[in-house]
């Protein structure tokens, strides 16, 4: 079965420090790729996405993520962190069949 | 714009009770799905739709029931409520980017549940 893995439950970073989430999926053919950020007491919301084409993707607020297929990765980067980048971090791969299947997220707490 | 909306917010239910999880969206998508969410275990698919009339059942469908009358509102119910069903359930719609590929998904706002 599909599945998605998020390397780390939980990150604290002081800010300006730079940021890599982990993704991992386990499918061979063909995905869409996706990142959503949950900010405390809101629904998730889409991050950023790849599709096709260039594979390091570029998202809002600074976040980008390269998919690497030889590694069936999708890690997120941000040079320099901020306090207001503190949320929950999904990982999302959609491999047809209409599901999309996401990871255990990453919580990630910012100190100012 | 309105997006996906869910109905209630919050929901307390009573063990044995049944409660019906509104949602709709306005976006015309093809595409719906009911996640719930708990802590370290991220968002579990219970059902989805991929229109009108078609349903089928995701990672945890037990305990649930869906139906797709038309392509806007796809309601979740619970027959009978338990305390392993205490949750945030969401609610998300997305379009087939291709036969049977679908473009991000647009979440409602999550229905906090707790049965007792």
Known sequence: AQSVSQHNHHVILSEAASLELGCNYSYGGTVNLFWYVQYPGQHLQLLLKYFSGDPLVKGIKGFEAEFIKSKFSFNLRKPSVQWSDTAEYFCAVNTGGFKTIFGAGTRLFVKA | ?116
Not at chain 2, 32 to 55: C, E, F, K, N
Not at chain 2, 89 to 110: I, K, M, R, V, W
């Open chain 2, 1 to 116: 714009n309105a997006g996906v909306t869910q109905t209630p917010k919050f929901q307390v239910l009573k063990t044995g009770q049944s409660m019906t999880l509104q949602c709709a969206q306005d976006m015309n998508h093809e595409y719906m799905s009911w996640y719930r969410q708990d802590p370290g275990m991220g968002l579990r698919l219970i059902h989805y739709s991929v229109g009108a009339g078609i349903t089928d059942q995701g990672e945890v469908p037990n305990g649930y029931n869906v139906s797709r009358s038309t392509t806007e509102d796809f309601p979740l119910r619970l027959l009978s409520a338990a305390p392993s069903q205490t949750s945030v359930y969401f609610c998300a719609s997305s379009y087939q980017q291709t036969a049977n590929l679908n473009t991000e998904a647009f979440f409602g706002q999550g229905t906090r549940l707790t049965v007792v």
